[in-house]
């Protein structure tokens, strides 16, 4: 049977028995905050098995995509090791909510088995859990299995858990017996590659919670489970999960990129990229993307593994991109997404790729130098202080390096790289400020409150209001809460709250339920009293103004740059607006001129700003070119703001201009990369725009403060009348805010232009000198040798120097490194308050009286307050300690002379 026929077949089976057959769930879960990906077929039902959701159907089967990487279920380590072990893999599974239990669950799985599939039954054992009388004798009575072949495990091996929390019960697993002579009893569940799991049904009817006490469940339910990949190796009859029709277009493929031959090993460095493939192209048509923490360092993880399994065949390229239209090709029937986002996909991964090659190239020379040094070491340890150099230098991971010595027989000194990590952290820590979240989360509140953010102006909401103390806070729990609260990147409102007696106090923050304030005094607390609640309604507009011109930004995105483009981030302040999305080249300064126009046409059309009100989600889904937060979990009903429906549609909960005019002028100030494949885009509105010019005021002051006079004079007037111009601005007066911005770019420009014109000429004046000063300093270099002592026919030179620069004293160190033939040099100067130290020695003192002026100096800079080092033949130190500069020479000045002596 193909490997289609297999998956075909089960569903039909299933089918036929009453169940619906549903769609396989995305590999991200993107409403399951406990898992890093899906890893069983049962995570799209866990809130039916807790009682909290229902479907319109009891029965249920499907092929579900899983990953197991990270977490509880963690394969990525067996992976290219054995046949059977995979990242990512298909579960056929069939399931039963509260309807039929083990009979049929476990008398289907062998009727399937054995008279579908055909599967030899002297082959096959079954398990169960140690107390699980029940399925024992469902085994021995209900089906024609040898009896012999029914054994009892413990919770191991047949107690299954979806997680450290969550539904979970007993399980019964069906084994066969794939071994040449037949296996014993003791064979099963011993980890042997012939003897393995191909089923399990699993009996859901506990809940564990985070204390890890199991209660019962409202409903028992069957949840089973066989390894698609495992079961088209039996059925085909191949050594390995490998050599089945599922992996070997993708294995022919890379034996084509790499003119390598498949040799059918089940340790095998095509069998990993075999493997890996699959995950990351499943995981990135999901919308997960490479990254640096959680199940995006996952996919880095398993992407750079794969990469340097490729150096095993000789091939330096990236070579995982390539092998995308394949997954494409052979699962797209199934999977469509993979079709559908193969592009993406394959831009994801290459990115990925180029920017790991170099540092994977440069990292596995470097483990190879450090294991050279230590290879004979009886204690097997590779230094943790070696791991953080290449994690911290040059940016090698430290999993990688923890394999890559465990190849070699040798464990990675973590406890010693962990310590380096938080001595870098704590540099870390002392070089930023500390942020503090304003609002403690959780806090449970006992009354009724209305959110309504959207119908407000600046006359304020009139509301009664109670004061509570949270921690050190103190909140403000309103009846109507008319201050938005953060959500979809739009951040939250500010205002004040007016009592009839006129005190005022401020809001500084909203959550739905409460809003923070920041000074209320402690005899208002626990009690009800009325107020205004008035926002900061400027702040409110400037805010808004973002928000619709993000909307307009996304659609222009889309138009300008392709489909590609999806909302990865979003910040909405009202200072600025910020954009993440999905692209891999930096956007061009046409495309943003092209983007920028398309939003200020859109904001000159006036265009109305139209909020659909609880629509239903079914509706709102068949809207045409409506977008959505990819990943998000939305409820029954939705808000969709429209800004031309046939232009800008979005599912969104945050507040609008009422028309797009009112945005204003619009700039994008800023375009950078964040991470490998996705771009941000910063920009401006109204006021914003005028924060942005006086920034770049500032910008123009300081490069006015870096040119001499006669450059600054020429822009004096110019630049006056931009600050005049800008002090007394409205920002609704489009055509003189224009006009401002192109006098500040032209003006920036010029400046800029200027600047480098002058740091170019001061370039070379500067060489001139400095070569002037060499060569007045090269020529006292003979006289200070021949006036310098001699102990055992070595000159001994240790003076203190002036210099102008440390480029010139290094120069003036190498020429001494040439013209000294029989000695040894130690000079010093002081540059900017700081010693600067170097040490020459003779080729022939190295060789025969194994002198090294990198020990000399390197005492000498410690003496000094200080450190450095180098060759034995030259280097370099600094030290701290002006005062004791002269005594450290004459001391280091007596050290060489009992070394030469």
Excluded at 788 to 813: C, Y
Aim: aromatic share 8%; hydrophobic share 35%; charged share 30%.
């Amino acid at each position: 049977m193909k490997s289609k026929d297999i998956r075909d077949s089960f569903l039909k089976f299933f089918e036929e028995r009453g169940h619906k057959i549903v769609p396989s769930s995305p590999v991200v879960p993107y409403d399951d905050p406990t898992l890093l990906f899906t890893n069983a077929g049962m995570n799209q039902f866990k809130d039916v098995f807790l009682g909290t959701g229902t479907r319109d159907y009891k029965r249920a089967a499907d092929t579900q995509k899983c990953i197991r990487a990270g977490g509880k279920h963690n394969d990525l380590e067996e992976v290219g090791f054995d046949g059977y072990h995979h990242t990512f893999f298909e579960m056929l599974g069939n399931w039963s909510f509260g309807d039929y239990y083990k009979k049929e669950a476990l008398t289907w799985s062998w009727e399937l088995l054995t008279k579908v599939w055909k599967l030899p039954k002297d082959r096959l054992w079954a398990t169960v859990y140690k107390d699980d009388d029940e399925s024992y004798e469902i085994w021995k009575n209900e089906t024609d299995i040898n009896p012999s072949h029914i054994l009892r495990f413990d919770e191991k091996d047949n107690f299954w858990e979806m997680g450290d929390t969550g539904p979970c019960g007993p399980c019964s697993e069906i084994h066969i017996d794939l071994s040449a002579n037949g296996c014993k009893a003791e064979d099963v569940n011993a980890g042997i590659e012939d003897v393995i799991e191909i089923w399990n049904n699993v009996f859901i009817q506990y809940n564990r919670d985070e204390k890890g006490v199991l209660t019962p469940l409202p409903s028992k339910h069957v949840d089973t489970g066989m390894g698609f990949e495992r079961v088209c190796r039996v059925l085909q009859n191949k050594k390995s999960n490998y050599e089945t029709d599922v992996f070997s277009p993708i294995i022919e493929k890379i034996s084509e990129i790499t003119g390598k031959k498949y040799e059918g090993d089940n340790i095998s460095p095509m069998n990993i990229l075999a493997d890996h493939i699959r995950t990351l192209v499943f995981a990135i048509s999901d919308g997960a993307i490479p990254s640096n923490e959680g199940r995006g360092y996952v996919l880095r993880r398993i992407l750079r593994r794969a990469s340097r399994f490729a150096r095993k065949l000789d091939y330096h390229k990236p070579i995982l991109w390539q092998l995308v239209d394949t997954i494409a090709e052979n699962f797209g029937y199934i999977f469509p997404e993979v079709n559908e986002k193969k592009e993406f996909a394959k831009n994801v991964i290459k990115a990925e790729e180029e920017s790991f090659n170099v540092t994977l190239d440069r990292g596995i020379e470097l483990f190879n130098e450090v294991y050279d040094r230590i290879k004979n070491n009886p204690d097997k340890i590779f230094p943790g202080e070696e791991a953080f150099k290449l994690y911290d230098t040059y940016g090698f991971p430290v999993d990688l390096t923890q394999v890559m010595a465990r190849e070699q027989g040798f464990e990675v000194e973590m406890n010693v790289f962990n310590l380096e990590m938080e001595k870098q952290k704590e540099r870390a820590r002392s070089a930023r400020k500390e942020h503090v979240h304003l609002v403690e989360e959780g806090l449970t509140i006992d009354t009724d409150v209305i959110y309504d953010p959207y119908d407000v102006d600046e006359k304020g909401v009139s509301t009664s209001m109670i004061v509570l103390k949270n921690n050190e806070n103190k909140i403000g729990v309103l009846n109507e809460n008319p201050f938005y609260s953060e959500a979809g990147g739009q951040i939250s409102d500010t205002g004040e709250l007016i009592s009839g007696s006129g005190l005022k106090i401020k809001v500084i923050d909203s959550k739905k339920n409460f809003v923070l304030l920041e000074n209320a005094d402690d005899s208002l607390l626990d009690k009800e009293f009325q107020v205004t609640a008035k926002l900061d309604f400027n702040r409110r507009q400037a805010i808004e103004r973002n928000h619709s011109a993000t909307h307009i930004m996304h659609e222009s995105l889309k138009r300008v740059l392709g489909n590609t483009v999806k909302q990865m981030g979003s910040l909405v302040s009202d200072e600025y607006l910020r954009f993440d999305f999905p692209h891999f080249q930096k956007v061009e300064a046409a495309q943003i001129k092209d983007i920028e126009d398309m939003v200020k046409g859109k904001i000159n059309e006036n265009i109305a700003v139209n909020t659909l009100i609880d629509i239903p989600i079914e509706e709102a889904n068949k809207i045409p070119n409506v977008k959505k937060l990819f990943g998000e979990k939305y409820g029954d009903k939705v808000r969709v703001v429209q800004i031309d429906p046939n232009f800008s549609v979005e599912f969104c909960g945050g507040t609008h201009v009422k028309v797009t005019n009112e945005i204003g002028l619009f700039k994008i100030v800023k375009e950078e990369s964040i991470s490998s494949g996705v771009r941000r885009i910063f920009a401006r509105t109204g006021e914003g725009i005028i924060h942005y010019l006086n920034d770049k005021i500032k910008d123009i002051d300081l490069i006015l403060a870096e040119l001499p006079n006669k450059y600054a004079d020429n822009f004096g007037d110019a630049i006056s009348n931009f600050k005049g111009n800008l002090r007394n601005v409205d920002f609704k007066d489009a055509s003189l805010m224009k006009a401002l911005l192109v006098q500040q770019e032209s003006t920036l420009k010029n400046l800029i232009e200027i600047k480098e014109e002058y740091l170019e000429e001061k370039k070379e004046l500067d060489k001139q000198m400095m070569k002037q000063n060499l060569e007045k300093a090269f020529a006292t270099l003979d006289d200070m040798i021949s006036k310098a002592p001699e102990i055992n026919g070595s000159k001994v030179l240790v003076s203190k120097i002036d210099t102008h620069n440390s480029e010139e004293f290094k120069a003036i160190g190498e020429e001494m490194r040439k013209k000294l033939r029989n000695g040894v040099s130690l000079l010093a100067t002081i540059l900017d308050e700081k010693i600067n130290l170097v040490c020459t020695a003779s080729d022939n003192l190295v060789s025969d009286k194994k002198i090294s002026a990198g020990n000399i100096i390197r005492d000498a800079a410690k003496q000094l307050g200080g450190g450095g080092g180098g060759r034995p033949q030259l280097a370099t130190a600094g030290g701290k300690d002006i005062d004791k500069l002269d005594s450290v020479l004459a001391s280091s000045s007596d050290e060489i002379k009992k070394l030469l002596s």
